[in-house]
């Protein structure tokens, strides 16, 4: 799941809305999912 990474910086089941600043830098923001697809 390495290429995973590369695409998308936030975690399964997260997607990125834009970007934010956390201790100075600017980051990915990453938010919850709320879609039907449910991965257990």
Do not use: F, L, R
């Not at 998308?8 to 980051?27: A, I, L, M, R």
């Amino acid at each position: 799941m390495a290429d995973k990474k590369e695409k998308d910086p936030c975690w399964s089941g997260y997607k990125k809305e834009g970007t934010k600043k956390k201790d100075g830098k600017t980051v990915p923001n990453c938010v919850k999912q709320s879609s039907s697809k449910k991965k257990g």
